[in-house]
């Protein structure tokens, strides 16, 4: 590997010479596939039940109104950041937020999760869905997300670099469709292997919501987004390719067309079974960067993916239950096995912080990457 | 790939003459790595509650009655090869069968999974464990095992192959640390990363006892064994180096030496995104074949394991809710991607039949295996 580090090193003109201590858009360089001065760091869901800031509002506020309420949102996707330095600001939602502006309703029960009563399994649910799409406004619909990401964009202007979040379009049509947690995606899964026809029509119209969703959010002020295929544990390569790899493409490109600057990160959580599929997904018109899950070794990952693409990751999240010294241990063998510092890597887990997390770890966290990223040049 | 293919014609010595007619065996030859005049094929969990005839007994008897009554595991055990003539009769057991006799109870809960009290967390319970693993024997602890192994074999003899069934010793002492199906296995892990020494103690004498039963179980008529690492998909790759595949070497080692001729089959369910780390499992002393689970496409699973590694798998266990024409173009697409018929490749789910698949669709599969499975020479 080193003789490609070495050529890497020769390809940093994009950095700006000032990059060593202006850390400000250390992330969205890395997003955009720039050679960076420190490998960036921040972590999934970093908004979290594992902060005692944060607890002190779950206990207090319904899981919806927290996400709905840009006063709330604001805050808890701040607090992380002021705790713990990380190198971004994620707006505070959730990957179903989109949908009752779409015409399916849920609800969060604690300890269950969502819960979709009107559930998007017939011809007709799907006909009435699509004309939901077509009248998609999310200013209207969906206000709560403009003034979230204006209120955080304003607190973190120069300082940080502010995320977007959508669901993948798979992912949200298989909540759509399963209506909550699912052991084996039977009903999705039945759907697409006994009426594709009606599976790719619901996708279709969950792409073109989700693209301009995802541009709503960028024209309010989010500087890159993370597209989460968080179900991706539930498709067999095969499934992948057919319904879910398209539609995320799809939504790439739409967002790309209007915002070609903007970086775009794709997470299939589960999908590192078959990387060989997501490496193509990676493009000018499409994603920037791949976000990695936990079941698979960087270097490994590298290897499938060439030594050029950006990626994200991947830290098993259960590593942060341990000491603050292994956690250390653990990012210094992450950004190692990416190929070294700042090597078109941001440092990440591989799935979200757990709630059981130690705040001291996810400070480990943080200052191992400040620590083992920075580059030598 | 054709070229390859043409190659491993070249190299079917070992396959006697008759063979296009005799299937008994079929299964066994597969499992040695023998190309074979038809892929061979059967199913993981294949006894059961899916059959209207197994449900009759679990309706009736217990769980851990139904697994440790001779005649009724033999019953059960029967079931689908009568009904669909699949190419090998595995025990019906459990993967915690073995914990009782090791100071282990544990209780079958309806709908909610094993349920374990006294769990193995502490040094002082491990040592106690480390104690009974030193006694432990088989025939006198746990009789119903060698009685249902013997009465099955005298009912397959000359027609079909019998599979023994072990779980594998992280597995089984993930479970045993747990106390029962985990999100997250988090007791194991942290045990793991912050008390190491404590975990390989617990791993090295769960490897023993598991190494000992399944020689039991070969002992007594089991031609084959296959070793469930069920909760793969718990491990990075980092952790299966380090905790799970070295016991399961260990196991593989200690089978081999006494039991040359024996082939056992490793099945890491969740570990298809670390190929690479289980290829070499395969070799003269240990596995002689990798079960593959359904995350990954097993063309890519040949490429990263080589040619000549006998695999099998690897169909998504969801694909039998859909229609029989579906199950039956899943089965031809899988063996293709297995390199065509009779590659060294047991078709088989990537995981178990799922409890509400059809019967009529379990028939289709067997089927489906028989027509598109028969190698052209």
Same mark, same amino acid.
């Given at each position: 590997?080193?003789?490609?580090?070495?050529?890497?090193?020769?390809? *940093? %003109?994009?950095?700006?010479?000032?990059?060593?201590?202006?850390?400000?858009?250390?992330?969205?360089?890395?997003?955009?596939?720039?050679? *960076?001065?420190?490998?960036?760091?921040? +972590?999934?869901? =970093?908004?979290?039940? /594992?902060?005692?800031?944060?607890?002190?509002?779950?206990?207090?506020?319904?899981? !919806?109104? !927290?996400?709905?309420?840009?006063?709330?949102? *604001?805050?808890?996707?701040?607090?992380?950041?002021?705790?713990?330095?990380?190198?971004g600001v994620?707006m505070?939602?959730?990957?179903?937020?989109?949908?009752?502006?779409?015409?399916?309703?849920?609800?969060?029960?604690?300890?269950?999760?969502?819960?979709?009563?009107?559930?998007?399994?017939?011809?007709? !649910?799907?006909?009435? /869905?699509?004309?939901?799409?077509?009248?998609?406004?999310?200013?209207? =619909?969906?206000?709560?997300?403009?003034?979230?990401l204006?209120?955080l964009r304003?607190?973190t202007?120069?300082?940080t670099t502010l995320v977007g979040?959508?669901?993948? #379009?798979?992912?949200?049509?298989?909540?759509?469709?399963?209506?909550?947690?699912?052991?084996?995606?039977?009903?999705?899964?039945?759907?697409? @292997?006994?009426?594709?026809?009606? %599976?790719?029509?619901? +996708?279709?119209?969950?792409?073109?919501?989700?693209?301009?969703?995802?541009?709503?959010?960028?024209?309010?002020g989010a500087q890159m987004?993370? +597209?989460?295929?968080?179900?991706?544990?539930?498709?067999?390569?095969?499934?992948?390719?057919?319904?879910?790899?398209?539609?995320?493409?799809?939504?790439?490109?739409?967002?790309?067309?209007?915002?070609?600057?903007? #970086?775009?990160?794709?997470?299939?959580?589960?999908?590192?079974?078959?990387?060989?599929? =997501?490496?193509?997904?990676?493009?000018?018109?499409?994603?920037?960067?791949?976000?990695?899950?936990?079941?698979?070794?960087?270097? *490994? %990952?590298?290897?499938?993916?060439?030594?050029?693409?950006?990626? =994200?990751?991947?830290?098993?999240?259960?590593?942060?239950?341990?000491?603050?010294?292994?956690?250390?241990? %653990?990012?210094?063998?992450?950004?190692?096995?990416?190929?070294?510092?700042?090597?078109?890597?941001?440092?990440?887990?591989? @799935?979200?912080?757990?709630?059981?997390?130690?705040?001291?770890?996810?400070?480990?966290?943080?200052?191992?990457?400040?620590?083992?990223?920075?580059?030598?040049?």
């Amino acid at each position: 590997m080193r003789p490609l580090q070495g050529a890497l090193v020769e390809g *940093t %003109a994009t950095v700006a010479p000032a990059a060593a201590t202006d850390e400000s858009d250390l992330l969205l360089r890395a997003a955009r596939g720039d050679v *960076t001065a420190r490998t960036p760091v921040w +972590l999934m869901r =970093q908004a979290g039940r /594992y902060m005692k800031a944060f607890r002190a509002y779950s206990e207090k506020y319904p899981f !919806r109104m !927290r996400s709905e309420t840009p006063e709330i949102a *604001t805050e808890l996707s701040l607090q992380c950041w002021r705790a713990f330095g990380v190198d971004g600001v994620i707006m505070f939602s959730d990957i179903l937020t989109i949908l009752p502006a779409l015409g399916v309703e849920f609800d969060v029960v604690p300890g269950k999760g969502p819960a979709i009563c009107d559930t998007l399994r017939s011809e007709s !649910r799907v006909a009435e /869905y699509e004309l939901a799409v077509d009248r998609f406004a999310p200013s209207d =619909q969906l206000p709560f997300v403009g003034e979230t990401l204006r209120a955080l964009r304003q607190e973190t202007e120069g300082k940080t670099t502010l995320v977007g979040f959508v669901g993948a #379009p798979w992912t949200l049509a298989a909540y759509a469709v399963e209506g909550g947690a699912s052991r084996h995606a039977l009903e999705i899964k039945g759907m697409m @292997h006994s009426n594709p026809t009606l %599976a790719h029509d619901l +996708l279709a119209a969950t792409s073109d919501a989700v693209a301009r969703y995802a541009c709503h959010q960028i024209e309010n002020g989010a500087q890159m987004v993370q +597209l989460f295929e968080s179900w991706a544990h539930h498709l067999s390569p095969a499934d992948f390719s057919e319904f879910a790899k398209p539609y995320a493409q799809r939504v790439a490109r739409y967002v790309n067309d209007r915002h070609p600057d903007v #970086p775009l990160i794709f997470f299939a959580n589960g999908g590192s079974s078959y990387l060989e599929l =997501q490496r193509e997904m990676v493009a000018p018109d499409a994603f920037s960067a791949l976000s990695i899950d936990w079941a698979v070794d960087l270097a *490994t %990952a590298r290897t499938v993916l060439g030594e050029g693409t950006p990626i =994200q990751g991947n830290v098993d999240p259960s590593l942060l239950l341990a000491s603050p010294d292994a956690v250390d241990a %653990a990012v210094e063998r992450c950004i190692a096995q990416a190929g070294g510092p700042g090597n078109r890597h941001i440092l990440n887990l591989g @799935h979200g912080v757990l709630q059981q997390t130690p705040e001291a770890n996810v400070a480990a966290f943080v200052n191992a990457a400040k620590n083992h990223g920075i580059r030598r040049s």
